[in-house]
Nanobody
Framework: QVQLVESGGGLALPGGSLRLSCAASGSIASIYVMGWYRQAPGKQRELVARITSGSKSHYVDSVKGRFTISRDNAKNTVYLQMNSLKPDDTAVYYC????????????????WGQGTQVTVSS
């Protein structure tokens, strides 16, 4: 079994910062892409940022220059540093990873965290 556990959400003022963390654990063989998605009330879930095992990153246009994704492969952890937060960033943020397990190392599967609420409000 594989689990993704997120932490670091909460309330921030506009212009403030938050840092999200997501740690993967379990019978992990390899972790390929790790990323963060978000879903605001009444909206579809959208990709915020993703990072490959070689640290190549991609961001949605709305967060470029404000958010930074990084990962620690030794700790199976991905981070999202969010600066200059805006009320439009308010959403539940979900961690996502493509992982192969020890039991089935040839098949990558999508795993999701439980979500962490980020609220940006004055």
């Amino acid at each position: 079994q594989v689990q993704l556990v997120e932490s670091g959400g909460g309330l921030a003022l506009p212009g403030g910062s938050l840092r999200l963390s997501c740690a993967a654990s379990g019978s992990i063989a390899s972790i390929y892409v790790m990323g963060w998605y978000r879903q605001a009330p009444g909206k579809q879930r959208e990709l915020v940022a993703r990072i490959t095992s070689g640290s190549k990153s991609h961001y949605v246009d709305s967060v470029k220059g404000r958010f930074t994704i990084s990962r620690d492969n030794a700790k199976n952890t991905v981070y999202l540093q969010m600066n200059s937060l805006k009320p439009d960033d308010t959403a539940v943020y979900y961690c996502n990873a493509v992982i192969t397990t020890v039991q089935d190392p040839g098949k990558g599967e999508n795993y999701w965290g439980q979500g962490t609420q980020v609220t940006v409000s004055s």
